[in-house]
């Protein structure tokens, strides 16, 4: 499943939307022991997470990353957000 937006949150976790529209939490903290994610505890750092080319993969720098299936697996769904259909003012019909 294809990540399409990440914001990070102030208490060391990820909100994470996936193409489908399915929102998921994610939560760094477990992670942060590992001397890969560890400089991760600098919040300014935290904060440049960004979605990988083709949303594979979120990242903060060429050393940091982590990939989608598993923000897909281990993240706790938040909410889902589903395309709104609308009829184009072209098609409208009157009364």
Known sequence: MRIIDVKACHDLTLEVTFKDGIVKL?????????????????????ETVKVEPGGYAISWTDQIDLSENE????????KTFHAIQYESPSHATTD
Do not use: E, H, V
């Open 26 to 46: 994610y939560d760094m903290k477990k992670w942060l022991t590992n001397p890969i994610f560890s400089p991760l505890t600098n919040r300014a750092l935290f």
């Open 71 to 78: 923000i897909w697996l281990n993240g706790q769904t938040l």
